[in-house]
Every structure is written in C-alpha cells, then in structure tokens.
T-cell receptor, first 113, second 108 residues
Framework: DAMVIQNPRYQVTQFGKPVTLSCSQTLNHNVMYWYQQKSSQAPKLLFHYYDKDFNNEADTPDNFQSRRPNTSFCFLDIRSPGLGDAAMYLC????????????FGDGTRLSIL | LAKTTQPISMDSYEGQEVNITCSHNNIATNDYITWYQQFPSQGPRFIIQGYKTKVTNEVASLFIPADRKSSTLSLPRVSLSDTAVYYCLVGEIDDMRFGAGTRLTVKP
C-alpha cells in the first residue's frame, strides 16, 4: 500500500526548461516536505507545508517553488533547472510538525541535459 | 540546530549486533534524537526516536546517556538486508535536519 507516491520516478529535462515534480499522499497528513538529495549526500530540506502554510528554508534557491492545492497533493516546480539541480527529490509527510516519523516517498530522480 | 557527527562507514557480519554512535555535543534541552534508514533509490525510513535513557522497538534500540551528548543505535543480529545508510537527526520535534549518515555494510 503506497502511502506517499511520487511521479514520475525518473524525469529528464533540458537545461533551463521548467519542470514539475508531483507528490500525493493517502495518509491525510497535515505536513508535506520536499527534500533534495544529491549523490552520496544526506537529504536537504527545501521547504514544507503545514496545511496551506508554506515554510521556505533560508538557503533554498528562488528557482525552486512549491504548490499544495489540497491536502493530498504537493508539487515542486523548478523554474529554470541548471546542471547543479540534478538530484533525487524526495517528498515526505508527517501528521503534524510536532510528530515523527516522516513518511517518505521513493523519490523522483531528475536529470538535466 | 545541534550538529551531529557519525562514522562515515561501518562493516559488520551477518548475525552480529551493530552499534552506531552519533555525537551531538550541543544538543539543546528541547531536542529529540531520531534515526532513519535509507536503501539505495528509496526514501528514508523511520527507525526509532528518543529523548533520554533507552528506547526499544521491534527493530532497534536507542541508548541515550544522561548528558545526552551522544546516542547509540543498536541493531541486533543484522542481516545482509540491513546494508543501508543510517542517519541520526537531532533537533526540536518539529525542526530536525539530516546529518551526513553512516553507511553500514553487512557481509556474509
């Protein structure tokens, strides 16, 4: 039973061409997170939503945006991908900000041509 | 946020107990300690969380000394399928970040 679903698992885009990654959840959790994970590195938090309240990390580039149209879905938009944005992007949820664990999807691996 | 230090890698053999220690010298009063496991091409999976003393669940134990400046994840009788990266996170319950992680390799 998939609980946090990320589509697609692999995404290829061209340098500078906008791309959107999607995440859906069946857990009805209030909080949704987006992480970036580069090869052999730890996941790095980009931002999170608590319900509709958006919380951006201070060092997240402006190139990265997010939308959460409803409880179940969250999108990561990369407006002008650069070569350095090639990475695994992980979506996670938690029941509330004061609750662990975070439930992760299996990620979307983004390649930039 | 408290800075964490873990060994970069560890090797073990099937059936052994594995202990991975995380140092967090500047842990704050309200900080919790959480461990995740990550396999290649998968998202991290929650293992265990604690605040002080000892916590045990069906897969692991977490030992936290009185000063809370370190913590040890204990995996009993590891198998080949426990080969993964293990992350120690320290922070307030709603504000944690992943550290560098420990790559555990279990050999037959």
């Amino acid at each position: 039973d998939a609980m946090v679903i990320q589509n697609p698992r692999y995404q290829v885009t061209q340098f500078g061409k906008p791309v959107t990654l999607s995440c859906s959840q069946t857990l009805n959790h209030n909080v949704m997170y987006w992480y970036q994970q580069k090869s052999s590195q730890a996941p790095k938090l980009l931002f999170h939503y608590y319900d509709k309240d958006f919380n951006n990390e201070a060092d997240t580039p402006d190139n990265f945006q997010s939308r959460r149209p409803n409880t179940s879905f969250c999108f990561l938009d990369i407006r002008s991908p650069g070569l350095g944005d090639a990475a695994m992007y992980l979506c996670a949820t938690s029941l509330s900000r004061a609750a662990q664990p975070q439930h992760f999807g299996d990620g979307t691996r983004l390649s930039i041509l | 946020l408290a800075k964490t230090t873990q060994p970069i890698s560890m090797d073990s053999y099937e059936g052994q107990e594995v202990n991975i220690t995380c140092s967090h010298n500047n842990i704050a009063t309200n900080d919790y300690i959480t461990w995740y496991q990550q396999f290649p091409s998968q998202g991290p999976r929650f293992i265990i969380q604690g605040y002080k003393t000892k916590v045990t669940n069906e897969v692991a134990s977490l030992f936290i000394p009185a000063d809370r400046k370190s913590s040890t994840l204990s995996l009993p009788r590891v198998s080949l399928s426990d080969t993964a990266v293990y992350y120690c996170l320290v922070g307030e319950i709603d504000d944690m970040r992943f550290g560098a992680g420990t790559r555990l390799t279990v050999k037959p």
